[in-house]
């Protein structure tokens, strides 16, 4: 199935100690953001990528994206202020030919071919979203009050936690998000909209451990590490 790439990237870098949105820290010559586009532009089936990004920096990411990628690979627009809003306004620019949008987080740049693949495989089952989800193995306690109280201890058989990229049908994306504008919902992912609004089924495929979103600066160092042993890996043949 064709898809269009739709990646948020309006973040701030401040937790990580930069004036720079996140996504245009550089690692191995790279800004970050190039790092994450790069595994689903390599797939054959990805006919555009839209980078929602903060409207103040839209040059900067522009000129990135050109000169990493090519000038036309990449179409860059203006985010919002929320995610939602900045995925909403990339969709609004997807092209019309393709069945599905893939929505990925700019500081996931480890996300794997393979875990593209298993996000996609799972249209052949008749689902109209996929989402990478990996089993919560950590005890899980609600808690309330300050200091916190603990209220119950959560059962976490059937409990995932979810990554990105999350893959939805395009014309059902864009019913979610009307949807959501309509009725002034948020929701805390892309497809708990569609979730939200009973659109159709969800499968959830195996996520991948490496595949972490980058939070703090002990992330960035991870990334760092990873990125750079795999560059050089390259560069010793």
């Not at 009307?178 to 009973?198: R, W």
Request: include cysteine; charge should be negative.
């Amino acid at each position: 199935m064709k898809f269009v790439l739709i990646m948020p990237a309006a973040g701030r870098g401040y937790r990580l100690g930069h004036e720079l949105p996140k996504a245009l820290i550089e690692i191995s010559g790279k800004p970050l953001f190039i790092h994450s586009v790069l595994p689903f532009l390599k797939l054959e089936n990805c006919v555009q990528a839209v980078i929602a990004v903060p409207e103040t920096h839209i040059s900067e990411y522009k000129e990135s994206a050109a000169r990493h990628l090519g000038a036309s690979a990449c179409l860059v627009v203006a985010g919002g202020a929320t995610r939602q809003d900045s995925v909403a306004s990339a969709l609004a620019h997807t092209d019309a030919s393709s069945e599905l949008v893939l929505i990925h987080d700019a500081a996931r740049p480890l996300v794997s071919r393979e875990l593209i693949e298993r996000v996609l495989s799972a249209f052949d089952g008749g689902f109209v979203a996929s989402v990478p989800g990996l089993p919560v193995t950590d005890t899980i306690k609600r808690a309330q009050g300050n200091p916190p109280i603990v209220q119950e201890t959560v059962i976490r058989n059937g409990l995932f936690a979810v990554q990105t990229p999350q893959a939805i049908l395009r014309d059902v994306a864009i019913q979610a998000h009307k949807l959501a504008s309509t009725h002034s919902i948020v929701g805390t992912d892309d497809v708990s909209l569609v979730e939200q609004f009973g659109l159709g089924g969800i499968a959830v495929v195996e996520g991948d451990p490496e595949n972490i979103k980058v939070t703090t600066s002990r992330d960035l160092e991870h990334v760092r590490e990873v990125l750079q042993a795999i560059s050089s890996h390259f560069i010793s043949y």
